[in-house]
């Protein structure tokens, strides 16, 4: 079981370069096909007075800059796979909203896989594509990483935030290709004795017992966040371990869907210093 079709979700110029070099080191020796992803709107509402007509100068320039942004993301998404030996095809979108996740919703249902870019906030970037979309509706897990591309080749430890939730358990399981490559693997469950699908005095033991049965041997760990958030105590603990990735399962509280977004979803997404794979 390994990952053959990768879909990468390119929403701007920047994305480009450190996606596909991840991708390229993730899937060195492996037989992988590439698919790059951009949206771009396909239509525009330009707001004028109630007597103003609307300026169809405006409307073509917002098209040409449209298409030049399609140009330029696809020909350094074609030349970035090329210097890298990949396998590619460049799909651009154009769509009502023009974002290139929701852009993307198609192709990641034929994907094994799902790679995004976290925005650098450094450099003022804003998460310019719609991630709830990708990990409500895409039905494939997502791996983000961080903003400068980053991702271990090979990745060699890997810490699962288990918290015995459908999610947890679709993360865990959609990352079995890289579990079975890893050279540590480690189950973490925070304040077990407050989770309501953990028996906390066997936290953990059974995924790392299902995980056995695919050849990955995983260590338990329980951890308390003390004063802190769960997001601050599996953070500590990717720090102590120094693992390369961490997986997830996504939105695992019930509240009303506009809610979801938060968290520890968003903590992680945002500014996990190492690259994170979620499903939901």
Not at 161 to 181: C, I, M, N, Q
């Amino acid at each position: 079981m390994t990952y053959h079709t990768i879909l990468a979700v390119y929403a701007t110029l920047a994305d480009v370069a450190p996606v596909t070099s991840a991708i390229a080191g993730f899937a060195a020796g492996k037989e992988v096909h590439l698919i790059g992803c951009h949206g771009e709107p396909s239509q525009f509402v330009v707001l004028s007075a109630p007597i103003d007509v609307p300026d169809a100068t405006t409307i073509a320039a917002l098209y040409e800059q449209a298409d030049l942004r399609m140009r330029e993301v696809g020909d350094a998404f074609n030349k970035a796979c090329e210097a890298e030996g990949l396998s590619h095809e460049w799909r651009p979108v154009r769509s009502p909203g023009g974002d290139s996740a929701v852009s993307a919703l198609a192709s990641a249902r034929s994907a094994d896989l799902v790679v995004v870019r976290q925005p650098d906030r450094t450099a003022n970037e804003d998460m310019a594509t719609n991630i709830e979309a990708l990990l409500f509706e895409g039905g494939r897990p997502v791996l983000f990483l961080p903003s400068d591309g980053k991702l271990a080749t090979p990745v060699r430890r890997i810490l699962i935030a288990w918290d015995g939730s459908r999610e947890a358990a679709r993360a865990t399981h959609d990352a079995l290709p890289l579990l079975k490559a890893a050279e540590a693997v480690e189950v973490v469950v925070v304040d077990p004795d407050k989770l309501p699908d953990i028996d906390a005095p066997l936290a953990g033991t059974d995924i790392a017992s299902c995980l056995s049965r695919h050849g990955v041997h995983a260590n338990v760990t329980t951890v308390s966040r003390g004063d802190g958030t769960t997001a601050e105590a599996i953070s500590a603990q990717v720090t102590a371990s120094n693992a390369d990735l961490v997986v997830m399962g996504a939105y695992t509280h019930q509240r009303l869907r506009e809610w979801l977004f938060g968290g520890v979803t968003r903590a992680f997404v945002e500014s996990s210093p190492v690259p994170v794979l979620m499903s939901r």
